[in-house]
């Protein structure tokens, strides 16, 4: 608030108690006369205006609300409205809400108004006094008691250094290559908070703005998130957020091992935080402790109970449910959040942002078709250092990772002496940020990235997730005898700890903090010693069907051209379905679907009314909801040597190849040559045609289509059945369907179905094998083909990596 800046007040009363205000207005006259307020009521309003929207921009406005409450007001339904929007801008923003009580009435029978602090004093009624003016007196005391302490609270100041500390990204904030510095401002999305009932069960999932904005429902705050997760970005969003609201937020980052009373920690927190005036001044209801890190305090419960003064606490930990309370009933009274990774629609928002972020005058001229080609490339770009294209990923969807990788291949050359790809070098220069961060020097990094080298190799040759001490022990042993060992082991190990690459549980057992760094050092182990462990990379690329095998491929092929392992990944590949030709989608491959063309879904553009936005939005919220089910829903990935599943695991290796052969062929665009890269490409494409062929045969023979349909219309029938007996349960009537209508109904789900599966392929190859960086060889490979489907892919690939859509062309061909 500006030094000379009034504050708002509104006026909210029924028409049939107007005296009333008017010797309301008389009396505050002094309050108006030096500058401390200006009023506004109903009749203010201009002739001609609306009267309403100007009540509600108004009433939005204010920073004071009198509510002027009688018989006459609560039997008022546009009074009643003004009463709750007041209210709910209470809760939103923290203004002051004061009701007067003007005559006898049932006020103290609204539960809302009787928990306010109401005036003349004691909730006496103005009609009540003996004399009038003793009452707006004591109307007009208690008033100016209430703008003085929002004026104070208006005009508390942030010092400088806390506002830098509060817009700092850290280690982002020189990663742009186009602008000088970023600001939290720049970049912030907010993110997705998962909520926990008091059990530690799961309940639902809320943005963190909404919680922001409903913040006076949640008194007590308990937000629990991954290292890396942005709670503390969260912190800053968050007292930035509180402090427009008119709150006096306080940020205290505890440390470990660090002592003292938590009212000690607030008092310094604020005097270092804020000026003007001092912490003994402000309401405590209306001072808000964000204690970052909570997890290192001392004596926690002791804290908590202290913490209990203030009408509203945060608390942020790093796992919800490692506090360990001897009294459970302590944090039951917090309502209980995680912090979530992004899905693609958050990815998206903060991708944009960045795409967006320049220190040039915006060019409004830019080609919105090249805006959104760069935003899909670094999609892309982030969805496969992510590793989202397999499962669930191997690098936490957080804002720092995603940002990190664009950033990584923004700024920073690789070396062009090294055999790593770009990808792999955005991986190491991760890995070698957390090293310097932590006070790693240069020619010490060698030595970390061997240890991790070896250490990831030991877990991989032993089969563990984890180490025990003694297994850890017989690592150290084994390394020692290897190597020199230039660095103190508990100096190694406290910096792995604190870079948040190794991780040690209070078990005492080891880890690796997150699976890329575990793919990442076992793949470079086995790059870096090819002759001596061609087994273990047989048969890794033989099955390929598991994440982690796929994974290790894809990081062997970051850190190594070895001929050996490109070899055999394309060995493999020619030899799965091999037993089947390429489908070539060709009217011959097709004549079975033609005589069912009436019942199979048309396909149409989107309707002309769409925009480029409401389609991206679309397809975002579609990709939002199956990542989050494959987060869900555990894969049940079939074994080797089970016969059963023998079909199901042959597809998935196959697709699992073939995503590995277009991680290769992406990396390796400008160092493999031509003839190499269009072999790779073309065997790939082959490989999910020759599985379209052996779906082909399978569904164009008529026995197997009967019993396809059959089997639907059985589980039709059972649904309907089901159906039927809910309907009598509520006493509704059935609506039987004939035994007809229902093979009719199942024979088009069958062909729709198979329709949906041919595009889904053709989707998938697109989606695995396409680039703009291999425009030429798309071109080159899927000309030489030329057939239908070689047609579909070329096109298909075209429009989505280079935004190039030629819809006549198509038309006329197919």
């Known amino acids: 608030m500006k030094q000379n800046e009034k504050l708002k007040l509104f006026i909210s009363y029924s ?22 307020i200006e009023d506004w009521y109903d009749r203010k309003i201009v002739a001609g205006y609306d009267y309403r929207d100007d009540i509600d921009n108004k009433l939005e406005k ?31 923003k923290g203004i002051a809400v004061v009701p007067v009580i003007l005559s006898k009435c049932g006020w103290l029978d609204d539960k809302e ?34 703008i003085e302490k929002e004026i104070k609270i208006k005009q508390l100041n942030i010092k400088e250094q806390f506002l830098s500390f509060l817009q700092n990204t850290e280690l982002l904030t020189k990663a742009h290559s186009q602008k000088d510095k970023v600001l939290l401002e720049d970049i912030f999305v907010y993110p997705v908070l998962a909520k926990y009932d008091d059990l530690g069960e799961y309940e639902k999932k809320d943005s963190s703005e909404k919680l922001i904005d409903g913040f006076c429902d949640y008194p007590k705050i308990l937000i629990a998130g991954e290292d890396q997760s942005g709670k503390t970005t969260l912190c800053k969003k968050i007292f930035i957020e509180l402090r427009e609201k008119n709150y006096v937020p306080v940020y205290i980052s505890v440390k470990a091992n660090q002592e003292g009373k938590i009212e ?17 001044e402000i309401d405590r209801q209306r001072i808000v402790p964000i204690m970052d890190d909570f997890h290192f305090a001392k004596n926690k419960e002791r804290h908590i109970l202290d913490l209990s003064s203030y009408g509203h606490q945060i608390i942020i930990v790093d796992d919800i449910f490692s506090l360990n309370f001897k009294d459970e009933n302590i944090i039951k009274s917090f309502t209980r959040f995680k912090i979530k990774e992004f899905i693609p629609s958050l990815r998206n928002q903060l991708i944009t942002k960045w795409t967006h972020l320049s220190d040039r005058k915006y060019d409004g001229n830019r080609n919105t078709n090249e805006i959104y080609k760069h935003i899909d490339h670094k999609t892309e770009l982030v969805n496969a250092a992510l590793g989202k294209v397999f499962g669930s990923g191997i690098m936490p969807a957080y804002p720092f990772f995603i940002l990190s990788v664009i950033s990584i291949y923004e700024t920073f050359e690789r070396p062009l002496e090294q055999e790593i790809t770009s990808q792999g070098y955005c991986y190491q220069a991760l890995i070698y940020m957390y090293l310097r961060k932590q006070g790693v020097k240069n020619d010490e990094i060698d030595t970390y990235i061997n240890f991790l080298t070896e250490f990831a190799f030991f877990f ?14 017989s690592f150290m042993k084994i390394y020692f005898d290897k190597y020199n060992f230039p660095i103190k082991k508990e100096t190694l190990l406290k910096n792995l700890q604190q870079t948040q690459i190794i991780a040690l549980d209070s078990f005492n057992n080891y880890s690796f903090c997150y699976p890329y760094l ?28 598991k994440d982690e095998n796929a994974y290790i491929a894809i990081f062997i092929s970051h850190h190594s051209k070895n001929d050996y392992i490109l070899d055999e990944v394309i060995l493999n590949a020619s030899s799965l379905f091999d037993k089947y030709k390429p489908a070539t989608l060709s009217k011959e491959d097709l004549s079975f679907f033609d005589k069912q063309v009436d019942i199979i879904v048309k396909a149409v553009l989107p309707p002309t009314d769409t925009t480029a936005e409401k389609e991206r939005a679309t397809r975002l919220a579609t990709q939002d909801m199956n990542e989050e089910i494959k987060g869900d829903v555990k894969s049940n990935i079939a074994q080797e040597g089970d016969s059963e599943h023998n079909l199901a695991m042959e597809l998935r290796r196959s697709i699992k190849t073939v995503e590995v052969m277009g991680h290769i062929v992406k990396n390796r665009a400008g160092s493999l040559e031509k003839s190499r890269l269009e072999f790779i490409f073309e065997e790939a494409i082959k490989v999910h045609l020759r599985i379209l062929t052996s779906f082909f045969e399978l569904i164009k023979n008529e026995d197997e289509q009967q019993e396809f349909v059959k089997f639907i219309s059985e589980r039709l029938n059972k649904i309907i059945e089901d159906n039927e007996k809910k309907n009598e349960e509520h006493q509704q009537k059935p609506r039987p369907l ?77």
């Not at 409450?69 to 409205?81: D, H, K, P, Q, Y």
């Not at 680039?771 to 000309?783: G, R």
């Open 738 to 814: 004939s035994r007809e209508k229902l093979d009719k109904l199942s024979k088009i789900i069958f062909w729709n179905m198979n329709f949906f599966v041919v595009y889904g392929f053709i989707d998938k190859i697109v989606k695995s094998l396409g680039s703009n960086k291999l425009t030429v060889i798309i071109e080159k490979v899927c000309n030489k083909e030329n057939t239908p489907a070689s047609f579909l892919l070329k096109h298909g690939m075209l429009m989505w990596y280079n935004k190039n859509l030629q819809i006549e062309t198509p038309e006329k061909v197919i």
């Open 62 to 92: 204010a920073d004071i609300v009198c509510l002027f409450i009688s018989a006459n007001f609560l039997s008022s339904t546009a009074c009643m409205n003004e009463k709750k929007n007041a209210l709910e801008l209470k809760k939103k």
């Open 518 to 545: 575990y793919y990442f050092f076992v793949a470079k182990y086995l790059a870096e010693h090819v002759e001596h462990n061609k087994k273990i990379i047989n048969f890794i690329i033989n099955n390929l069907h």
């Open 264 to 280: 000690n920690k607030i008092s310094k927190a604020y005097k270092e935080q804020y000026e003007t005036i001092s912490i003994e």
């Open 15 to 36: 028409h049939l108690d107007e005296a009333h205000i008017n010797n309301f207005r008389i009396h505050i006259a002094p309050l108006k006369t030096n500058g401390l």
């Open 113 to 146: 108004l009787s928990s306010l602090l109401v005036l003349p004093t004691d909730g006496k009624p103005i009609s009540e006094f003996t004399d009038a003016n003793d009452a707006w007196n004591s109307v007009y005391n208690g008033l100016k008691d209430v």
């Open 460 to 473: 991989y040759t032993e089969k563990k997730n984890e180490l025990s001490i003694d297994e850890f022990n």
